[in-house]
């Protein structure tokens, strides 16, 4: 009998250590898989906010899509197409597609002057579609540029992104465009591995009843030329 009891605590001591060291390894593990996945996050950003239309990218098919143009931070990694055989509520699918090991991020993009829309509100709205694992990231985006290229206003769903497979679902930001605008770029974004399909798309003007939900960025001339309040003595 005591050698059963020593052996089943003996037992328990094992499994308790094992779990234990299990344990703090995968919350190593996390941690800094949590600031790996930051780093890229940053980068991703980093790029995305340059990121430009450039003519001539053509669908998975070869065709070339009139007004729509791939943009990606890995070149080959990321595909462009139209689905005729899948349709939104009333209009066939666009999509964005990852190619086997795929990271960083591909969209479906395009680029507008910003002359009519200087002064107003816009809203761009869509339907979309995913497949993928939760660890993918989707949304609808929007970026003001001004005359010199630098970014005005922009949101890309950072805060509420489209994770895993998810139904139909409609989605949009919105954006004040100020007089000093030169271009709006808008599309659908896809980071890591998946598919995302677009349909009913609408870029349109609306009152200031919509609430914004793209932030303004500060360019280099409203940063400050030395730090302020290091030591937090003005609230």
Same mark, same amino acid.
């Given at each position: 009998?005591?050698g059963? +009891?020593?052996?089943l605590?003996?037992?328990l001591?094992? &499994?308790?250590?094992?779990? #234990? *060291?299990?344990?703090?390894r995968? &919350?190593?593990?996390t941690r800094k898989?949590e600031a790996?996945?930051?780093?890229?996050?940053?980068?991703t950003?980093?790029i995305?906010?340059?990121?430009? &239309?450039?003519p001539?990218?053509?669908s998975?098919?070869g $065709?070339?899509?009139t007004?729509?143009?791939?943009?990606?931070?890995?070149?080959g990694?990321y595909?462009i197409?139209i689905?005729r055989?899948v349709?939104? =509520?009333?209009?066939? @699918?666009?999509?964005v597609?990852?190619?086997?090991n !795929?990271?960083g991020?591909g *969209?479906?993009?395009?680029?507008?002057?910003?002359e009519?829309?200087r002064?107003? =509100? +816009?809203r #761009?709205s869509?339907?979309?579609k995913?497949?993928?694992?939760d660890?993918s990231s989707?949304?609808l985006?929007i $970026?003001?540029?001004?005359?010199?290229g630098?970014?005005? #206003?922009?949101?890309?769903?950072?805060?509420? $992104?489209?994770r895993?497979?998810t139904?139909w679902?409609q989605h949009h930001?919105?954006?004040?465009v100020p007089?000093?605008?030169?271009?709006? &770029?808008?599309g659908?974004? #896809?980071e890591?591995?998946?598919e !995302?399909?677009i349909?009913?798309?609408d870029l349109?003007v609306?009152?200031?009843d919509? @609430?914004a939900t !793209?932030?303004?960025?500060l360019?280099d001339?409203e940063f400050p030329?030395?730090p302020?309040?290091?030591d937090?003595?003005v609230?």
């Open positions: 009998m005591l059963l +009891v020593s052996s605590f003996g037992g001591c094992v &499994a308790l250590v094992t779990y #234990l *060291t299990t344990r703090k995968t &919350a190593a593990e898989l790996e996945t930051e780093h890229i996050r940053i980068e950003t980093k995305f906010l340059e990121t430009k &239309a450039l001539g990218f053509a998975a098919e $065709r070339l899509l007004g729509w143009v791939l943009s990606e931070s890995d070149p990694k595909e197409g689905d055989t349709r939104g =509520r009333h209009s066939p @699918a666009g999509y597609r990852s190619r086997p !795929a990271s991020f *969209t479906l993009m395009q680029m507008v002057k910003a009519s829309y002064g107003k =509100r +816009v #761009l869509a339907y979309v995913t497949t993928g694992p660890a989707i949304g985006w $970026r003001v540029n001004g005359h010199k630098e970014v005005l #206003l922009f949101d890309n769903m950072e805060n509420r $992104r489209i895993g497979t139904r679902t930001v919105v954006s004040d007089e000093q605008a030169r271009y709006i &770029a808008f659908l974004l #896809l890591g591995s998946g !995302a399909r349909s009913d798309m349109e609306v009152g200031a919509i @609430a !793209a932030a303004e960025l360019d001339g030329d030395s302020v309040n290091l937090f003595n609230d």
